[in-house]
């Protein structure tokens, strides 16, 4: 899929016409690493020390992730330390935040492709985002913003069941204040009033938003790269097949589809936000076919090693784009290629009473598998393997405390 033209925007940091090779500096995960590295691209990861792509052979350096307050500084001094120009590549909303409100300090060192500031923080705000995408004309479900220690019966003019989620995910309260996944559903009054309760600790507001019925496999998604000069320079459309937890969860399970519909309003969401550079528009078809928009994320994600997979390398097409580099050959993303995290989306599947055998013959005909690779297998044995189960684990604890 390719799309029409825009306005020409304004990159962060150099070069326009650089011919240096350039050096990638990854904020994310291996699924983002190593559509790079396919590409011929060098890879500095700067993450957490326990996390996999510390052991992986796919990059040709790790810089640990200083904490948050010190994230801007680090990134500077590793980008003043690799050869050529520096393209950033976010992967999580509060670097992504972070970047996008210390601009002017970063674009000396890091190239990067964002949209303005301000539809930076309405896309990470939820009650910003709904409100927006209302007035105009987008198809969110009707929501409220409630304050958590104030009174039910405004939130269930929604007409119950409504899910509750936080404006702005607090990461370190997130899974102890909404159990394992990103929001919770409240069925009755009694159980919106306990949830409110619950979050009231951490948050003082939170959205109350009508639930729509459906399983995860009704999430279908758009993903785009909104080249320099405003052109959709690729897009390709997916859909969610199994998350952790089942519901309102993340995804351990996905395919690439081809849903017209799934384009059309993924470009309409794009244009009516004014987004630049990546991102991803995730909406839920309901019983009736009809496509609701929950969020739009402005940053990299695992989507894009699936859509590489398939055919379309977005990473690759943001390297060159940012470093002068001749853009890469990009096909139509081939519908039906799967990705698949492991063990985890193994430990969900057997939850959900798939059978070892089937989920096996299954897992035979996967296109990608996030966590494993045995080209490079020290990531999932020193790092993926018991970080997940570890994180699984947790996540279970979690949603009973908030059952």
């Not at 976010?90 to 303005?116: K, T």
């Not at 105009?136 to 009707?142: A, I």
């Not at 069941?161 to 404006?167: G, Q, R």
Request: proline share 8%; charged share 25%; hydrophobic share 40%.
């Amino acid at each position: 899929m390719y799309g029409e033209h825009g306005n020409r925007v304004q990159t962060g940091g150099p070069r326009p016409g650089a011919t240096a090779p350039g050096h990638a500096l990854v904020l994310g995960d291996l699924d983002l690493g190593y559509p790079l590295r396919e590409a011929g691209i060098p890879v500095t990861f700067m993450r957490p020390k326990d996390e996999p792509s510390r052991f992986s052979n796919a990059g040709v350096g790790w810089v640990e992730q200083p904490s948050a307050p010190k994230l801007g500084a680090g990134m500077l001094a590793a980008a003043r330390a690799l050869p050529g120009p520096t393209v950033l590549f976010v992967q999580e909303d509060h670097a992504l935040q972070l970047i996008s409100r210390h601009r002017a300090s970063l674009q000396p060192e890091l190239s990067y492709l964002l949209p303005e500031p301000e539809v930076v923080d309405a896309l990470l705000d939820k009650g910003r985002f709904q409100q927006l995408a209302a007035e105009r004309g987008l198809p969110v479900p009707p929501a409220e913003i409630v304050a958590t220690a104030g009174d039910v019966p405004a939130a269930t003019e929604l007409e119950l069941p409504v899910l509750v989620k936080p404006l702005v995910w607090q990461l370190e309260r997130l899974h102890a204040d909404f159990g394992a996944g990103k929001a919770v559903v409240a069925t009755t009054s009694a159980e919106l009033r306990a949830i409110l309760d619950r979050v009231a600790r951490t948050y003082e507001r939170v959205l109350v938003q009508r639930f729509i019925p459906g399983d995860e496999t009704g999430v279908e998604s758009y993903h785009v790269y909104v080249d320099p000069d405003g052109r959709i320079a690729a897009e390709f459309t997916g859909r969610k097949i199994r998350t952790s937890p089942p519901e309102f969860g993340y995804s351990t399970a996905v395919e690439t589809t081809e849903e017209q519909d799934v384009a059309d309003l993924g470009r309409r969401v794009v244009r009516a936000f004014d987004v630049k550079g990546v991102a991803k528009v995730d909406f839920k078809r309901d019983q009736d076919g009809r496509l609701w928009l929950f969020e739009v994320n402005a940053r990299f994600n695992l989507w894009h090693r699936v859509g590489a997979a398939a055919g379309c390398n977005i990473p690759a097409l943001v390297f060159a784009d940012l470093t002068g580099r001749p853009r890469p050959a990009l096909t139509h993303a081939r519908p039906g290629v799967t990705w698949s995290r492991q063990p985890r989306d193994l430990l969900i599947a057997r939850e959900q009473g798939v059978g070892l055998v089937d989920y096996l013959r299954w897992l035979r005909t996967v296109d990608v598998v996030g966590g494993l690779r045995l080209s490079d297998p020290m990531p999932f044995l020193r790092g993926s393997l018991w970080l997940q189960a570890r994180d699984h684990a947790e996540r279970r604890r979690n949603a009973g405390r908030a059952g």
